[in-house]
């Protein structure tokens, strides 16, 4: 459909620019987030596996990698719903690490801020509805639904079958018993 493929490169085009500018500014990005980053490692370290990075530039990197290479596929179409979902899971943490405009006591860049969370809130919506989108196509699970009715239809015409069967031949077993 046309629609889509004017909308996603749309939608795409604020993920890749901002990975390009998340990869050039590198150590500036994780200073941002560094606050963020720290209270999440704090929090939730016990859990999170030795093999993840825990250097915020190295992590910024990595969210930057991401944002290009899901905002490209999800642009081209290609595996747009797992691209979709890709960003989202890119955006809900770099939001709240830069856009936590509850924390800020300058009225002015507090409203900054809260432009910019609600902005990436909306664009969270954008990449929601982009992860449900089937095309039009029934979704997995409604397949799997149909799919399970289907197998106990042909569950019940079987045992029918086999109760007709079974009673014809009880019948013809009882002819033949003598009396």
Do not use: C, Y
């Amino acid at each position: 459909m046309i629609l889509r493929r004017v909308a996603r490169p749309l939608l795409a085009t604020i993920f890749v620019t901002g990975g390009i500018s998340a990869l050039r500014q590198a150590e500036g990005h994780a200073k941002a987030a560094e606050p963020f980053l720290n209270n999440a490692l704090d929090k939730f370290g016990d859990v999170i596996p030795e093999q993840v990075p825990r250097d915020p530039v190295t992590l910024v990197r990595i969210d930057a990698a991401v944002k290009i290479g899901a905002g490209l596929a999800f642009a081209a179409g290609k595996a747009p719903r797992l691209a979709a979902g890709l960003l989202l899971g890119s955006l809900v943490p770099t939001t709240f690490a830069t856009h936590s405009f509850w924390t800020i006591k300058d009225p002015s860049e507090r409203q900054q801020q809260q432009i910019q969370f609600f902005k990436n809130a909306s664009l969270a919506g954008g990449l929601l509805l982009a992860v449900s989108d089937t095309h039009g196509k029934p979704s997995a699970a409604w397949r799997a639904r149909n799919a399970a009715k289907d197998v106990g239809r042909s569950a019940e015409r079987l045992t029918r079958r086999g109760q007709k069967r079974a009673n014809k031949l009880a019948k013809r077993a009882q002819k033949k018993l003598p009396s």
